[in-house]
């Protein structure tokens, strides 16, 4: 029983693929007194589609009654008849004169004739030319022998692709009694659709519960040998079992042991295959006993009930008995996959062994339609001497892997019972999930789909596990709590929080929470994912709260969550939140809020939590530096959480095309003044969370020497060697720790830029756009396997649109503003406000204290309706004041040009990873970065100072020109200018 199981990769069963073939409309012909015995307890469409409904079937057929053969034809030449059933006495023909002119006409359209049962009858139908009639039933006054010829008509129509391709598995009943048969299929029938009932419950949301219903075992009925003979040979390989008469046609004529011989054909075949004779001769029974085959006697007044019981016990339907192989005890029982595995590795060896040994498990699972896996066991051949133990534990590894690789790419209804490490995505409530929450399910997808992300072995490409909220759950929240009128009005941030946080979420919430928790026991982040948060077209990046949860006792962590989640429903209503809606021209009360809760990233270093290293992606780069080009993409990683690189942190931008060429390294200097100094992590110690507007609540900010203590740093940092004043890589030698990712970047220790490359080729390809994503990676795993966990895509919103001004006649010195390294597209005219950072006073220091100054000029200026230029040294929106001014968005909400200016000894590279920034490209927000003293670009300070000013601090000048300017930006060439207008 050798068996590779590592990587291993399920096929996926096409469910959707499966019963294609149906019955819509069925024609149904009969005299007005045998349809009101038909009808006796309700019209035939009422009553099959209370039997439909109560076995969870889906499409029930329309059926059209008429009571002469004209009426016959005349329907058929309009409609499109699936099925044709005719009773015994017609009006104008006799029914088996009608079969034939139908079929000359629609030979595809299948016939019934229903009968009742008495030995007149069956006299007339042995006299009778029956060859255009598809079957003869016996109708004994019940809507489930419908069910029954519908579904063995649509079984036979679908056995060829369903079975043969897909590997659904079939029973083949033998039988030419008419008056048995029609006992038989409805019994048979109900029993596999109540077994389907059972395994739908493997499928993970309502969609997949009802798709496994089309993998419930098909019905086959021969009523010759040759036709038996023939399902056997075709297939063999997909049969639960057999039910057959004894005596039946072979070779044109009644043979009296036909079924035993079919019996001894198929025992020859297969030893294991389970088979049940049935005859009124009792002394076939002694035959039965001989062969080891099943005996009912068909004058039995137990017969229906000892033929049920053969179908659960020897077809594998119901629970799966595993007994004791001296005695026949039974030792222990399960009903799913999950508790197949949860009890595996406590079954006594020989007990397994007996049951391996026939199949009796690989049979269990096809009849619950877990055909992947249940091909895979098939395979193990267990032999006498066989190690069980060891068999034991590669089987529970196997079905890990498969209900692990089943959770791929599928969002999965919540259910508290059956909620286990294997859902890897669950959503509760029903609205919306949000666009965050899209992106993620979407990533989940594009893992399970794509078997390049497979190529390196020696890593999992995954999503964190995930729970999300429907945005039903923040209607019920809001309308209950009466907080739509808070959230709406003008109180502060702080106000609204505090109404918030007093509102009662769903009773139903604390016990999810609870079991998602028991679950985890990890941290875990809540994030936003609102309805048009990280859309197509306009992507809301980092506008509302995220928050992150530390493990501790379940009660406490469930509560702290709950006031994490109304957090970040408060965020909708905050004042940064709202000025971005004005900015994209939505309406705030239309907004709806997801929830996305995810096991945090990363492993446990004394009193902190983070990842080996974060990262966002682009597929493309607005500044490449040659040889780059902006096509191959951008990268930005750092040690820890990705905080760090979205609030606009030092992190290390690489190319995915050249990951050693990285610009930052290129001398001593640089590495030392350049690179990422500290890091953030999650505080461990759960009373440092406590609800309130600013996120980072209980976040660390550490030293990057911290991390070298939690063995983070291998991978990651290099050493300045001050003595020969260079950069060697590694911890080997003593002096200052630097994070450069060498070991990644330039000797390969982990794939990074390949695994990103590949992504980003991968979600542009499938959003048809440029995308963004951002991931993380731990590299300490307990298992020693370093993990990827892709965390968000979004789109990004393309700034090159070739219609942009022409600017070749424009000279630096001709403008107020002038730079090559500019981003948007367009021109934006008549402003005349311009708010800027005196380089004279600046400090990076004061940058907090500059962003409050520029606060109030923003708000003043949002409310008479003057948009403005922004000017300021370093880079806007880092939440490293030592970076650039502290900004958030709602602070600067109506600039519309945006300017990052350089001073001789502060140099900062803007970062393409930042929320901000995404925000600045999306809401098409002019963008240009200068660097004058080193003659990239130029502005005009002396024309800035001319002006008087309407507004100045020490810091901070505001001024309002007599003319108005223009902003124009050539996107495909990445130029810009602001001129005064002629």
Request: net charge negative.
């Amino acid at each position: 029983m050798e068996l590779n199981i590592t990587h291993s990769r399920f096929s996926e069963t096409a469910f959707d693929q499966l019963m294609q073939n149906r019955i819509h409309k069925v024609l149904l012909i009969c005299s007005s007194y045998d349809a009101f015995m038909l009808e006796e307890d309700g019209r035939i469409d009422e009553q099959l589609f209370n039997e439909y409904v109560s076995l969870s079937l889906r499409y029930p057929p329309h059926f059209i009654q008429v009571s002469s053969a004209e009426e016959a034809f005349a329907v058929l030449e309009e409609e499109q008849i699936d099925l044709v059933i005719t009773m015994l006495s017609v009006g104008g023909m006799d029914p088996f004169s009608l079969s034939r002119k139908i079929k000359e006409s629609f030979s595809q359209v299948p016939i019934v004739v229903l009968t009742p049962f008495s030995r007149e009858v069956s006299l007339q139908l042995s006299r009778e030319d029956t060859s255009a009639i598809d079957y003869v039933f016996c109708w004994l006054g019940n809507s489930n022998l419908l069910l029954a010829i519908i579904k063995l008509i649509e079984d036979g129509m679908n056995a060829e692709h369903d079975i043969g391709e897909v590997g659904v598995q079939s029973i083949l009943l033998v039988e030419d009694s008419v008056r048995f048969y029609s006992s038989y299929l409805p019994l048979i029938y109900k029993i596999v659709f109540k077994q389907s009932k059972k395994f739908m419950h493997e499928g993970l949301n309502e969609h997949q519960m009802m798709m496994r219903m089309r993998g419930r075992p098909k019905i086959l009925l021969a009523r010759t040998y040759e036709e038996a003979e023939a399902f056997y040979d075709k297939y063999r390989n997909n049969l639960l079992g057999i039910i057959s008469d004894v005596s039946f046609n072979h070779d044109g004529r009644k043979e009296v042991g036909a079924g035993v011989n079919l019996a001894r054909k198929v025992k020859k075949d297969n030893p294991y295959m389970p088979f049940m004779l049935q005859s009124s001769d009792a002394k076939v029974s002694e035959v039965a006993k001989e062969m080891k085959v099943g005996f009912i006697h068909k004058h039995s007044k137990f017969l229906l009930k000892e033929l049920r019981d053969f179908l659960n016990t020897y077809l594998a339907f119901g629970d799966f008995v595993f007994i004791d192989p001296k005695t026949g005890a039974e030792i222990d029982r399960v009903g799913s996959l999950r508790e197949l595995q949860n009890k595996l590795m406590d079954l006594p060896d020989d007990s397994l062994h007996y049951h391996f040994k026939r199949d009796h498990v690989s049979k269990w699972l096809t009849a619950r339609a877990l055909f992947p896996i249940a091909d895979v066991v098939r395979q193990l051949k267990v032999d006498d001497d066989a190690n069980m133990k060891a068999h034991k534990e590669r089987l529970v590894r196997l079905i890990s892997e498969f209900r692990k690789s089943k959770s791929k790419g599928i969002i999965a209804s919540f259910d508290r019972i059956r909620y286990d490490e294997y859902m890897t995505f669950s959503r509760i409530g029903q609205g919306s999930v949000g666009g965050k929450a899209r992106g993620l399910a979407f990533l989940n997808t594009i893992i399970k789909r794509h078997s390049e992300l497979n190529q390196h072995p020696e890593v999992n490409i995954m999503i964190p596990r995930t729970i999300v909220l429907g945005i039903d759950v923040f209607e019920t929240f809001m309308e209950e709590n009466d907080l739509y009128a808070v959230g709406l009005s003008d109180m502060s941030d702080e106000e609204i929080l505090q109404h918030f946080i007093k509102g009662k979420l769903p009773a139903h919430l604390y016990a999810d929470l609870l079991r998602f928790v028991q679950v985890v026991k990890r941290p875990v982040a809540v994030r936003s994912s609102s309805v048009l948060e990280d859309s197509h077209y306009q992507p809301f990046a980092g506008i509302y709260t995220t928050y992150m949860i530390a493990p501790s006792c379940e009660k406490q962590m469930v509560e702290q969550l709950l006031d994490a989640i109304k957090c970040v429903y408060a965020s909708v209503y905050y004042k940064s939140s709202k000025a971005y809606m004005d900015g994209t021209m939505n309406l705030i009360d239309e907004e709806r809020m997801g929830i996305v809760l995810q096991e945090v990233v990363g492993q446990a270093h004394e009193n902190r939590f983070y990842p080996t290293f974060s990262g966002v992606a682009r597929s493309v780069n607005f500044y490449p530096i040659p040889p780059e080009k902006a096509e191959d993409g951008v990268v930005n990683v750092a040690l820890g959480l990705g905080r760090q690189i979205v609030e606009g942190g030092a992190s290390l931008r690489f190319s995915p095309r050249y990951p050693a060429k990285v610009l930052q390294l290129s001398s001593p200097e640089m590495v030392v003044r350049e690179t990422q100094k500290s890091f953030f992590a999650l505080n461990l110690d759960a009373t440092s969370f406590e609800a309130s507007v600013n996120d980072g609540v209980n976040i660390l900010k550490l030293n990057v020497g911290d991390a070298e203590k939690d063995g983070s740093l291998k991978w990651l940092a290099s050493v300045f060697d001050m003595q020969n004043h260079m950069i060697k890589d590694g911890l080997m030698a003593d002096g200052p720790r630097f994070i450069t990712f060498a070991n990644i970047l330039k000797y390969d220790a982990f794939p990074l830029a390949d695994i990103v490359n590949k992504v980003l080729h991968i979600g542009q390809d499938e959003m048809k756009q440029p995308v963004e994503i951002e991931f993380a990676v731990d590299l300490q795993t307990p298992d020693g396997k370093p993990v990827f966990y892709l965390l968000q895509i979004r789109p990004i919103v393309d700034t090159k649109d070739p219609s942009g001004p022409d600017l070749s006649d424009f000279e630096p010195e001709d403008c107020l503003i002038y730079s090559n390294s500019a981003l948007g597209n367009g021109v934006v005219n008549d402003v005349q406000d311009i708010v800027y950072v005196k380089p004279e006073t600046f400090k990076p220091s004061l940058n907090p204290e500059i962003a409050r100054h520029i606060e109030k000029i923003n708000d003043k200026l949002q409310k008479a309706g003057r948009p403005y230029l922004l000017v300021g040294p370093g880079r806007w929106g880092s939440q490293d004041p030592w970076l650039g001014v502290p900004v958030r968005w709602g602070q600067i909400a109506g600039a519309r040009t945006i300017v990052e200016m350089g001073l001789e000894n502060y140099h900062v590279e803007p970062s393409q990873g930042t929320h901000f920034f995404q925000n600045l490209t999306s809401l098409r927000v002019g963008y240009l970065t200068i660097n004058p003293h080193i003659g990239e670009g130029n502005i005009n300070m002396e024309m800035l100072n001319s002006h008087g000013a309407e507004e100045e601090t020490d810091y901070v000048r505001h001024v309002h020109c007599s003319k108005p300017f223009s902003t124009m930006i050539d996107g495909k060439n990445n130029k810009g200018v602001v001129v005064f207008s002629e």
